[in-house]
Structures are given as structure tokens and as C-alpha cells.
């Protein structure tokens, strides 16, 4: 069972690697639709990546919603291959066994828990599939609350590049996580990083009565509407989320190599 579940699990990684290695960080956009938080879904791996580096691959698979993405990123990264092989055998060696030896040192009270859930009978299965039920429709309301914010805030590179010419106040939020940045080390006009801090403690004490501008590479600007989000509630009323992932950090570029006053 060890060796099955170790083959199924490794296998399994390398034919991720290739694709990640292949189409680099846009496969993770697929990917992280079909997340419930697709808000977290890469920024979460990429800052644990940037961290720990490849030993991130020995845990992954024990934390949700890193498991999904962790070996692609890691190869869009540009980790050599020989390397991820090392930490992924261990990883899933790791993953594999503990699983197992659970089952094992706790088999009596696995089967005394399917006893009692067969006595119980159906209503157990229910209550169950019920919390289930629940916790998977409060993901996908917040999504859906996240989509709609998105759509009535959003601004274009070109939209943004106007108003940075009108609004001497205007500020941008950089919301991409810490290897994105290493990346792709373009920036924004009057960019602030964000980091691992809560947005109201980078904004500067007069933020409220300006325009804040949040921005991010991630699949449908997710980390941009979840800071967007946070910021609204906060009581900031001037708002808006940036559109266009990498083609607006070229296209503002192109705009801050023109004169615009770079506050990062």
C-alpha cells in the first residue's frame, strides 16, 4: 500500500512539473479557478516557496490549496529539476506514511467510529453532508461577492494612467506576493508594497480621502479584490481595482518612464 500510494502520489507530480515548466505561471490561473480561494490559492504558495524554497515540497501536500499548486509553481520558478525530484520523493515518501501509519496505530477508533456511524444511520451521513454543503456554498457566495465587487470597481491601465495624470494623490497598492515581485520586478507609479502587513498599515495617515488603487498579478485579480474588499469595510469609500495583471505593469511602466512620480 506504501509503495502504491507513494507511485500514484510521484508519478502524479512529475507530469505537473512538465506542465509547469511548459506554460510557467499561467497554468495556475486554470488551477486556481477551480479553487474555493482563489484569493489565496498561488499567493499562499508562492510566499511559503520564496521562504523556504524547495523544502516547501516536503509539507505541501499536508496543507490545502498549497498541495494543488506547489509543484507547478515550484517549476515555473525555475527549480531544477534534479532538486525537485529529491524533495518530492521525500515529500511524497512523508505524505504517504504518515497517512498509512494513522490508519494503522488508529484502526480501532476508525472502526469504532464507522460502528457508530452505521448505527446512528443516515442522519449522521446527513449532518455531514450538510455542514459540507454549507462550508461549500459560503466559498462560493464569497467569490461570487468578490466577482461582483470586482466588476463595479475595476479600472484599466488606461483608465489609471489618465487619472494618474489628474489625481496628484492617487496611490497604488501592490498586493503580489514577495516572489511575483522577485520575478517580475517592474513597478507602478506611486506603488506601496504590501507584503505579509495589512493594507492600513502601509497607507500613509490621510489614505482615507484618497484614491486607493489595489493591484495584482494573480488569476482575475483576486488578491486585489479581497484587499479592495478589506479596505471598504474599513471605511475607505475611494476604491478601485486594477485590471490587467502583467500588461498594466508594462503599459504603466511605459507611463512612469514617462514622468510620473514613482512612490514605492
Not at 72 to 87: D, N
Not at 114 to 120: A, E, G, K
Not at 198 to 216: G, H, K, M, Q, W
Request: one cysteine or more; proline letters at 4%; glycine letters at 10%.
Amino acid at each position: 500500500m506504501l509503495v502504491a500510494a507513494f507511485l500514484g502520489c510521484f508519478i502524479a507530480d512529475q507530469a505537473w512539473f512538465f506542465v509547469g515548466r511548459r506554460y510557467g505561471r499561467g497554468v495556475l490561473a486554470g488551477l486556481c479557478r477551480l479553487s474555493l480561494s482563489p484569493d489565496t490559492c498561488v499567493r499562499n504558495t508562492d510566499d511559503r516557496i520564496a521562504r523556504h524554497g524547495a523544502a516547501v515540497l516536503l509539507g505541501a501536500k499536508f496543507i490545502p490549496g498549497v498541495s494543488a499548486v506547489a509543484v507547478p509553481t515550484a517549476a515555473a520558478m525555475g527549480l531544477s529539476y534534479r532538486r525537485f525530484v529529491l524533495f518530492d520523493a521525500l515529500g511524497c515518501a512523508l505524505w504517504s506514511g504518515v497517512y498509512l501509519g494513522v490508519g494503522m496505530i488508529f484502526g480501532r477508533e476508525v472502526n469504532r467510529l464507522l460502528d457508530w456511524m452505521s448505527l446512528v444511520g443516515g442522519r449522521s451521513i446527513a449532518v455531514l453532508s450538510a455542514l459540507f454543503a454549507l462550508y461549500i456554498g459560503w466559498k462560493i457566495l464569497h467569490r461570487f461577492r468578490l466577482r461582483r465587487l470586482h466588476r463595479l470597481i475595476r479600472i484599466s491601465p488606461h483608465e489609471i494612467a489618465t487619472l494618474l495624470e489628474r489625481d496628484p494623490d492617487l496611490l497604488i497598492l501592490d498586493a503580489r506576493s514577495s516572489l511575483a515581485r522577485a520575478q517580475d520586478p517592474r513597478t507602478l507609479p506611486r506603488h506601496i508594497v504590501v507584503g505579509d502587513r495589512a493594507p492600513s498599515e502601509v497607507l500613509p495617515a490621510d489614505a482615507r480621502r484618497r484614491t486607493i488603487v489595489t493591484f495584482c498579478t494573480c488569476p482575475n485579480e483576486a488578491s486585489a479584490a479581497l484587499m479592495a474588499e478589506q479596505l471598504i469595510k474599513a471605511g475607505y469609500e475611494r476604491v478601485r481595482v486594477l485590471t490587467g495583471g502583467t500588461d498594466a505593469l508594462e503599459i504603466l511602466g511605459r507611463e512612469s518612464a514617462s514622468g510620473f512620480e514613482d512612490g514605492g
